[in-house]
């Protein structure tokens, strides 16, 4: 291997990829970064055993020359540590000696003991298997995982309930997450999805990663969805993550179908008293208190002391309500909510409440279960 | 107490106090803030047994008014949170019931339970005693603390170690710490100083705190040392802080008073080279090879790989020398030191590495113990 590549581009790849990195892996292999240069550019690898991040830079003459092809597995740490360091504009990557790569920069030499390629996990190209295909908006896509991912449970008691759940039916992908006490789920409508239905349960963690990844620029996001992985391309970027076995919990009989009261407010206004009134609260328990023209917060701590904030309702349809709930697990819903105002459901003292963020798609429901409390 | 005061006042004012607030203190009012509200102002204070931070706010009819006198310390981390949340501009601060403050903002009001403020440490005002004084440019103090109070042991094995000596004696005031691997010492020249010469050690913690606190402006810092505790007054802030008792080590006979060689680099250049070397350094120890022309730094770690990076030299002068030290100790120093170039200087083998920023005042030195190595 011998090529000759531009700092910017190494280390936007290497950045990339490096969230894959299994830093605490026994097995040594996985804690580096597989570099693979062929004629039509040089790809970067990173692997842990629930997902796969491929970067892959083009050549172009420009921020990227191939002299010689070559591949090999280097540490991850040393190599982003080094080349972060560095402030020459041409790094130069050699392998003169076997499995030592030789990084040239300006006035620093450095040699890495690398391992063999030909040991590291590759990213499956799906050869003898039909996946189903589907192509979406780069930044709608992660608008979505951003607000869904947020819910999944980061317990492992119930593994299942740590994933999001795509379900692909008639040209509607519709996303699922919850961890028991809330719950999130967004609709999409897919053009030119051509295959069969399928359902798969996405590790939350990993596709969140992939949404950062993305970019915010207008660009399309494939995703194959085959058994056991799921594939993410876009933009020189593929990303493999496995899928979670199991059936996602039905949630049809959650969603309540009617309500006592619907009131509608400002987003911003809302987010700033709730997470004023949270401060104060003890167990993050608030209570909402909806009157004919405002929404009432409100919380206390024993020995500390208590808060009362209030908020307009720009809208109130039905009967007044009280209800307690979880003031952080409200804030992440909101903060992950791109839209000007909030419509609240109130369905019943034991129903959760119905949070639907009031933008032009209209695609987005939140549940969230309300605390009892004694008095 | 009746207050009324900007959110932006109050938020600075707490800002400052914050870091002395005692989180985890046993005694449940070193947790709080002291809030007094006199005819001239309101100032607030906190504490730990170590050090007291007083920030005034003068009522001025602009920023802040007083209509009614009174005190009380409060919870700290509640009163901050709660305040930093809100982004109404006057806030009102209110005692209508005994030892319970009201904190009314926009539309919503907090009430916090308090304690009582005449149980809080206060600043001693110095009555019956005659401290030294003296006055110092607040941007120099910053800096020279920067510089010398980095090097100072953070571990409680030799307390005396954790604290920056200072010595005034003839119009000027050097401050020396050291860890006993490294060493930092800065002489500066005080004018207007007329009281007798003193010895004092400042717990370097304390001291990078208050320098934190002194801005950028052009202003001066009031230092008045007692028998067992300094003061620092600035710009309406007061830092109190107790001393570390004991005798300082002598460092005379440490400082290398000749040398073999001497060599001139630039400081930017080097401080890349060093950041850039020590990454792959085992033990963070890296080899320093100064030839007739440059700086080699080389490190290794077995089974990752090797280094080497070249700085060109500005100067030399004398013999040319090998020696090994702790990176990461080297590039504390060069990235607290303002200069454009740096002096190093080599006294033999077993002698501490001189360190000399060459900037305007030429006042800072410090010392490196090299590390012995078998090849």
Known sequence: MLVEI??????????????????????????GINIQAGADGVSFTASNTSMTIQSMIPQDGASLTVKRTGAIVIPSRYFYDVIRKHDDELVVLEIKEQLILTIISGHSQIRLCGMDSAEFPYIDNGEGLSPSKLQMNSALFRSTVKQVAIVASTSETRPILTGVSFECHNNSLNLIATDGVRLASRTLHIEGYTN???NAIIPAKNLSEVSKLLSDADETTEIEVSNNRVKFMANGLKVESALIEGTFPSTKNVIPQSYLCEILVDKACLLKAVECVTVMASENIIRLVATADTLKL???????????????????????????LNGKFFIDILRNSDCESIRIRYAGKTSPIVVLPDDSLMSTLFLITPVRTHN
Chains 1, 2 share one sequence.
Do not use: W, Y
């Not at 936007?12 to 490096?18: E, G, L, R, W």
């Not at 009362?308 to 309702?313: A, D």
């Open 6 to 31: 531009t700092k910017d581009s190494l280390m936007n790849a290497v950045h990339h990829v490096i969230k894959a990195v299994a830093v605490n892996s026994p097995i040594p292999i996985l804690q």
């Open 298 to 324: 409100l919380s206390r701590t024993a020995e500390i002391g208590d808060i009362e904030n209030e908020v307009p309702l720009l809208k109130m349809r039905g009967e007044e309500f009280i209800i307690s």
């Open 196 to 198: 069969d239905s399928f």
